[in-house]
C-alpha cells in the first residue's frame, strides 16, 4: 500500500497512480487530523471524496505517529495527550475518538487505536503496553460497533474491496483464486470533482468500514501469541501485526513475524505495519502476509534512491550525468520508458520538483510490480523470488 | 509557450504536457550552460533527446539571464562576463558562444545574442543599447551561418514547426489557413529512453535550427523602429520584440509591441518575449504577436494563483476550505474535472508537492486553451474576447 500520508501519495496526481495499479493507498489519521481536520475532510464525503479515489484506502489509528512524532505525549489507560508537531497545541486521543476520527475520514479499513512498543522494551514493560493494546481493542471495537453507521460515504465503488478484504485474503490471491471482485468493480460513475456526492451514490445499504485489530507484545513470542489470541477474543475482520520495524535486527522481525503469523487465521486478511524494502515485502508476503505499507519507495524516491531488478541506484551520483539508458532496464514503467538516467540525474541535482514526482512514479511501480509477480507466483503455488544477477546488489537478493 | 527553465516544466512531466496540447516549449540558454551544461546536452542528442520531448523547443540567448539574474558583470562591445547565480564562477558570453551554446542545446528555434536595456534608461543609453544589439544580431547570424551544421539532433520531428515557423506565422493559423503542418506531423518513433539516438534519427538533410533576430530600443518608437530595420537588413526567420515587461507601465509595453509590429513583416513569425498575464497574450495575439513565452502560469501556480474564467483564484485562502466545487466550472482540465478546491486548498496549506504539480497543470491549460480560442477566433476572421461575467474580475477582462 502506497502512503499517502496527508490525502496523497506525495508529489502523484491520483490518475497516474490509477496507472500504476495500486490498488489501495494508506492515510495517517494522525496527520489528516491535525491538517486537514476530520470535520473537513467528513464533509467532502470522506477520504475518497476530499482526495477523488475510488479505490481502498486504509487509515491506521494515529497511535504510530502520536508515539513517533509528536512531543511530551502523557500515556494513562483512558488514552494519549499528545502537542502537535505543527503548531504545539495540545489534543487527546483515546481508542473512541480515534475511531471517530476514523468514522469521519471514511476509509475502508480503519485500525483500533494501539500502543506502538518502543523498542528496546524490558519484559515487564512489553506486557503491559500489549495488556493496554488488547484493553484499547476491545474499547475501539465497542465505539465502532456503535457508530459504524456515521461513515460518510459517497458514491466510491470500493465497497468490493472492503467485501474482500473482511471475507479473508480474497485480494491478495492464493492458491490459485481468481482475480478478487475488488478488482473487477466498476469504478464509481461521476465522482467529480471531489466533494461530497451523497446523492449520487450507489446503494451501499449495510455496508460499512472493516475495523482490524492490531497484535503488539514487543519482541517477545509468548507475549506475541497471547495478544494474538486476545486480539482474535475480541474479533475483527483482519489482523494486523504492529510494533515491529521500529528498530529491531531483521532476523528478530522475521522471527516475531513468523511466529506471530502461525497464531492468526489465515482466512482473514494479516498486515504487517511498516514494511519495507523490496526484498523484504517479498519475504514476507511469501510467509503469509497479505498486506503491508511503507513510506520507503516514496521516501527513497525524494531522496534520489531508485529500487531496481539489479539493486538500488543513487540517482544523485556524478556517474550518471551522461548515462543514456534508463533507471531500470528490465522495468517496464512510464520513467523507465521515456526518460534516462541523464536526464533524472539532472533533475535532482538542479532541485527539479519534477525529480520528486518521476523518482517516486517509479520506486512505486518497481514495489507494486514486485507485488504482482508475487501473487502470481502464489496462485502457481511457488515462492517468488528476486531473480539474483552479476550486477544485482547481495544485500537486495532475497 | 510553457518555460521549461532547466530542461523542465517545473513539475510537470512530458506526458502530461503533451496532453495538454503545448506544441513548444521554452529553454533557457543561460540556466542550462551552468547546469547540466552544453555539452551533456549535446551528447544526449540535444534537448529533445536530454529531456525526450519530441515537439517543438526554442531557446533564448542568455542574454536576459546575465541581466537580471547574474552579479559583477561587464558588458562590452566583444560580450558579458558575468558571476553565475549558482556559484559565483565567472562566465563570458559573446554573440558567438551565446549561438554556439545553443546549437549544443539544439532547440528548433534559437535567439540573437542582445542586450536587454534596463527600465528606465535615458535616449542616449537606449540608443547605444540597442546599436550593440543590431552589430551582436550580424554576429550571431554570421556564427550561426558557419556552425549550423553542428547541431546535434536526433530522431525528433519537430523539422515540421521549424518549417512552418520559418515560412511564417502557419503555426498559429491566421486568415482561415488549415491546421500547421508541424501539428499533423507524426511523432518520431522509438525516441526512448532521452539520449542521443542518431542510429534512428529520420533523414534531416539539409534542415537544421532556425536563428532569429531580437528587436530592441527601450521604449523609444523611432529607436524600435531603426531596430527593428536594421534586424530585418541583416536577415532573419523570425523576428522578437524583446526588452519589454521590464517594469514599464501596461499601456507604454502595448504602446511600443503596436508600433514595432509595423516595422515588422507579416509573413514572418513575431515573438514578444516574456508576456503575460491571460489578457495580456489575448490582446497581443489581437494585435498580430505569433508566439509568447512567460513564466506566469507555471509561477503563479507554485504560488497557488490560479488562472479561470471568471478571474483569479488564491487557493491559499481559508474560504476555499470546504469548497467543493472545480477551480474553473468552466475548465475541461484534467485537474478541474476530478478534484476540488478544497483539496487543492488542502494540498498547498500542507505543502504537498501535488499542490505545484495540478496548480501548474491547471494553470498551463488556461493558458493554452485560451491560445487555442484566439486561433480561433482568427481563423473565423474575428477578435477573441475573454467573456465578461458577474464574477469577472475587472483587472482580468479585456
Same mark, same amino acid.
Given at each position: ?6 490525502? /496523497? ?10 496507472? #500504476? ?30 482526495? +477523488? ?16 512524532? !509528536? ?18 497545541? /495540545?489534543?487527546?486521543? !483515546? ?9 469521519? #475520514? ?17 519484559? *515487564?514493560?512489553?506486557?503491559? +503496553? ?69 446523492? +449520487? ?6 455496508? *460499512? ?17 497471547? !495478544? ?16 515491529? +520495524? ?67 541506484? /543513487? ?14 532496464? %528490465? ?12 536526464? #533524472? ?13 518521476? %523518482? *517516486?512514479?517509479?520506486?512505486? /511501480? ?28 547481495? %544485500?537486495?537478493?532475497?
Amino acid at each position: 500500500m502506497p502512503v499517502g500520508t496527508v490525502a /496523497s501519495v506525495k508529489g502523484v496526481p491520483q490518475d497516474i497512480l490509477e496507472g #500504476l495499479g495500486a490498488q489501495i493507498i494508506l492515510g495517517n489519521t494522525y496527520h489528516l487530523y491535525l491538517r486537514p481536520g476530520v470535520e473537513t475532510v467528513r464533509k467532502m464525503g470522506g477520504l475518497h471524496g476530499f482526495m +477523488s479515489w475510488r479505490r481502498a484506502i486504509l487509515t491506521d489509528s494515529g497511535g504510530f505517529q502520536v508515539f513517533s512524532l !509528536s512531543e511530551l505525549r502523557q500515556v494513562t489507560e483512558e488514552g494519549v495527550t499528545f502537542r502537535s508537531h505543527l503548531d504545539g497545541s /495540545s489534543h487527546f486521543f !483515546s481508542p473512541q475518538n480515534a475511531i471517530e476520527a476514523q468514522i469521519g #475520514l471514511g476509509a475502508d479499513i480503519i485500525m483500533a487505536f494501539d500502543e506502538c512498543t518502543e523498542y528496546p522494551a524490558d519484559q *515487564t514493560r512489553m506486557r503491559e +503496553s500489549m495488556q493496554m493494546t488488547a484493553r484499547w481493542a476491545a474499547r475501539s471495537k465497542r465505539y465502532f460497533e456503535e457508530h459504524k453507521h456515521e461513515v460518510p460515504w459517497t458514491g466510491v465503488a470500493a465497497d468490493a474491496f472492503v467485501r474482500d478484504a473482511a471475507r479473508g485474503s480474497a485480494f491478495y490471491p492464493r492458491g490459485g483464486e481468481k482475480m478478487p471482485e475488488a478488482l473487477n468493480a466498476p469504478e464509481a460513475p461521476g465522482l467529480r470533482p471531489s466533494g461530497p456526492t451523497n446523492a +449520487s451514490a450507489p446503494a451501499r445499504a449495510g455496508q *460499512t468500514q472493516a475495523l482490524f485489530g492490531i497484535v503488539q507484545g514487543g519482541m517477545d513470542r509468548s507475549l506475541r501469541k497471547e !495478544s494474538a489470541e486476545r486480539t482474535i477474543e475480541i474479533g475483527f475482520p483482519g489482523y494486523a501485526i504492529g510494533g515491529l +520495524s521500529v528498530g529491531e535486527p531483521r532476523e528478530l522481525t522475521r522471527e516475531i513475524v513468523e511466529s506471530t503469523l502461525e497464531h492468526l487465521p489465515k482466512d482473514k486478511p494479516r498486515y504487517l505495519m511498516g514494511v519495507g524494502t523490496p526484498e523484504e515485502i517479498v519475504e514476507y508476503a511469501n510467509l503469509g502476509v497479505d498486506m503491508m505499507d511503507c513510506v520507503l519507495p516514496t521516501r527513497a524516491a525524494r531522496h534520489g534512491l531508485l529500487f531496481t531488478s539489479r539493486g538500488k541506484v /543513487s540517482i544523485k551520483q556524478a556517474r550518471y550525468a551522461q548515462d543514456p539508458g534508463p533507471i531500470d532496464p %528490465n522495468c517496464g514503467c512510464k520513467v523507465c520508458q521515456r526518460y534516462s538516467r541523464a536526464y #533524472l540525474r539532472h533533475l535532482y541535482a538542479s532541485n527539479e520538483v519534477l525529480a520528486q514526482v518521476l %523518482n *517516486t512514479v517509479h520506486n512505486l /511501480s518497481f514495489y507494486l510490480d514486485t507485488m504482482q509477480r508475487v501473487r502470481h507466483s502464489i496462485s502457481l503455488g511457488e515462492e517468488y523470488r528476486f531473480l539474483s544477477g552479476a550486477g544485482h546488489d547481495r %544485500n537486495l537478493e532475497l
